[in-house]
């Protein structure tokens, strides 16, 4: 009996992490389940709604591959994650209802991930742990905590909510996953050899194998999700400096069983340095090209100045968030022009570099929270610094908030690490206060944000309340009230659009999508067109190169127009088109829709193909584009050319994802068309 009582509460302790972390996760389910109710959002329609790659007739590996590599969101096209929303429409449709609930199933796989890596690194870190029952049993208490903090915190809703991002969540299960397989590794490297020298060698180079494996197949495959993935060996060297420091384990009975590993260190030469120096090497001379630039409001060195106030916000945002902070649109953010414009600048680059030093100096006394600290920096090496991406975005972060957590967590459930057992119990009350307030914070704020998502309409009046100076939020707002009207004139959302419309066409730096609204609209519902609406539009697209929603803006118009739904002055149409097209390096995209406007509305054949042609040679490896200038031939009857561009069309029918397309073509081109046809875009 006496041995039943230790052995029972043994169990009991082992189980409890696991408890806890099946609370945890129902918990965290309970409070996203309202946002699952919601609708497409923002990004969620070029990329799902409006794509229709991922939304396959049949499960053919022809459809498949052509879902994969349908993502018009990146020129690494991120076949994995468009792969798993064309799985989600041939189960459920085109039902963002099941999307949300597989982006929360695969956030609370990550929260699990996020438990064991904290594990293994708390057991680790802590000494004790490795000899004491005890003290391995209150690690996974600890990594519960952070496991469960973690899936809670509203920086991350996005990475659950908003569909298209689970590009971000998913791409992070094989960051999580390469990490643990990379402690895994370590540990078998490490092993104490407990019968002869040669089972010690297989061993370790058994451990040596999984980390290079977990390694390269994690990055690998994250990468297929989205570019983020790439940061994994960063991830890795940031954990082996910290945490083992570069050790190998050799005989020991040597003086030097604690020597550096050089194996590892080739392994970084060989997986990061050289990687990060070719990878330099491809991208500055386009970062160096101002025109590069062109299409932003920021230049590199005012974006390098920004990026230090926005991740020393998102610190802020992760731990102590607030409804105006976490408001989704961030296109009002003021760019900093210099150390002192705004004023925060220099406190912001002077707290990185602050944080920056602290990691190697915390390492060996607190190395959880120096790696914590390292995991957060390097998260934001990729999206903070040189390349022209937007400045801010919340699910930047989810990766970066398991770094902070790793980082705070610990000394809020155990308190800083100090000598002496009556230092270790003092300020517990505070500790506990903080950590329960904290944890209620999180828990509150997601839960009313996702009770949000659920409603397109008050997810619009909610972000517009929050960022009231925002183009896109006050856009949305607008946008949002045009669908509930349903194109009534006498709907009472009809009257409420236009306020929000105007006030985001009257706003610094916004697109032309608001104008565009007040146009479309209008047009819809037969009534009268300002002819403010155009000049400021047209006044837009003279001013500065085209941004992605200043052409998703004029491609809305060119279909209304096509689909005959909206009676749109040519004219004006060509003098936005003119405009936008003034500016060097059009993007295939906006080609592309001029020649649809061009073929389609104007009747301009010889335009609609000059136009069509100019979009292949600027994008020359989309499918799409090339389709449609065939057609385009066909149905002028230049076979020959057609025949020409059909061959190129050939070489992109990768996995015969392409059959379909072609096989119409050949169909149209036996029949020798003796008219115009009129031509859509697939």
């Known amino acids: 009996m006496m041995l039943r009582q230790p ?48 939304q396959p007739a049949n499960a053919s590996l022809a459809s498949l591959i052509n879902a994969a590599l349908s993502s018009p969101s990146s020129d690494f096209k991120r076949p994995l994650a468009s792969l798993s929303f064309a799985v989600n429409f041939l189960f459920t449709g085109l039902d963002p209802y099941w999307m949300k609930l597989t982006n929360l199933v695969i956030h609370l796989l990550n929260g699990c991930l996020v438990f064991l890596l904290a594990r293994s690194l708390i057991v680790l870190t802590d000494k004790a742990a490795t000899q004491n029952t005890r003290h391995r049993q209150n690690a996974g208490f ?132 050289i990687p990060l120096i070719a990878g330099l090497a491809w991208l500055l001379p386009n970062v160096l090209r101002p025109e590069n630039w062109a299409a932003r409001n920021f230049t590199l060195s005012t974006r390098l100045l920004s990026e230090a106030r926005i991740v020393v916000d998102y610190i802020a945002w ?48 607190w190395p959880l929270a120096s790696l914590g600290l390292a995991l957060f920096l390097s998260c934001h090496v990729l999206t903070a610094t040189i390349l022209p991406l937007e400045l801010v975005y919340e699910h930047r972060n989810y990766f970066a908030s398991f770094g902070l957590m790793l980082a705070v967590v610990p000394v809020l459930v155990t308190g800083i690490p100090c000598t002496t057992s009556q230092s270790r119990q003092s300020f517990i009350l505070a500790r506990s206060t903080t950590l329960i307030t904290l944890l209620m914070l999180w828990s509150f704020e997601t839960a009313i944000t996702a009770a949000a998502w659920g409603s397109p309409l008050k997810l619009a009046e909610t972000l517009a309340a929050r960022a009231p100076d925002s183009p896109r939020a006050e856009y949305e707002l607008g946008r949002t009230y045009i669908i509930y009207s349903q194109y009534d004139p006498h709907s009472p959302f009809t009257a409420m659009a236009y306020a929000p419309l105007e006030r985001a066409a009257a706003l610094p730096d916004s697109s032309i999508l608001p104008q565009q609204a007040l146009i479309f609209m209008n047009s819809r519902m037969h009534l009268p067109l300002k002819d403010a609406w155009w000049n400021s539009m047209i006044a837009k697209l003279k001013s500065r190169p085209l941004g992605v929603q200043d052409e998703s803006a004029l491609g809305a118009l060119t279909g209304c127009a096509r689909d005959h739904d909206c009676n749109l002055p040519p004219n004006r149409m060509i003098d936005a088109y003119l405009a936008a097209l003034s500016h060097p390096n059009p993007s295939a995209r906006l080609l592309s829709m001029y020649a649809d406007y061009a073929w389609n509305v104007l009747d301009d054949d010889v335009l609609g193909l000059r136009m069509a042609e100019a979009t292949v040679k600027a994008a020359p490896s989309e499918p799409a584009y090339r389709i449609t200038l065939i057609r385009m031939l066909i149905a002028n009857g230049e076979l020959g050319q057609a025949s020409h561009q059909l061959d190129a069309l050939q070489e992109l029918n990768l996995g015969g994802r392409l059959n379909n397309d072609i096989d119409q073509l050949e169909h149209a081109m036996q029949k020798a068309p003796t008219s115009n046809e009129t031509v859509n875009h697939l």
């Open 142 to 273: 600890i990594a519960t905590v952070i496991a469960f903090s973690w899936m809670l915190l509203p920086i991350n809703l996005t990475s659950v909510l908003y569909v298209v991002q689970r590009m971000e969540s998913l791409a992070n299960v094989f960051v999580l996953l390469g990490l643990l397989g990379y402690v895994v590794g370590r540990k078998h490297m490490l092993a104490k050899a407990d019968q002869t020298q040669h089972g010690m060698r297989r061993s370790d180079l058994a451990g040596l194998g999984i980390c290079a494996f977990s390694l390269a197949l994690f990055t690998l495959t994250g990468l297929l999700a989205k570019e983020t993935a790439v940061m994994l060996p960063l991830y890795a060297f940031m954990l082996e400096w910290i945490v083992f420091g570069f050790r190998r384990q050799t005989d020991t009975a040597s003086h030097d069983s604690q020597s550096k590993d050089w194996r590892l260190i080739c392994l970084y030469l060989v997986g990061l340095l």
């Open 7 to 54: 052995l029972q509460s043994t169990l009991q302790h082992r189980w409890l992490p696991w408890v806890l972390l099946i609370l945890g996760g129902m918990l965290t389910t309970a409070i996203y389940w309202p946002g699952l109710s919601g609708t497409f959002f923002f990004d969620d329609n070029p990329n799902i709604v409006d794509n229709k790659g991922v």
């Open 318 to 365: 992760i731990l102590v968030p607030t409804p105006d902070a976490l408001s989704f649109y961030h296109d009002n953010f003021i760019v900093s022009t210099g150390l002192w414009y705004p004023w925060t600048t220099l406190p912001s680059i002077l707290i990185l570099i602050t944080l920056a030093v602290s990691v190697p100096m915390l390492r060996r006394r």
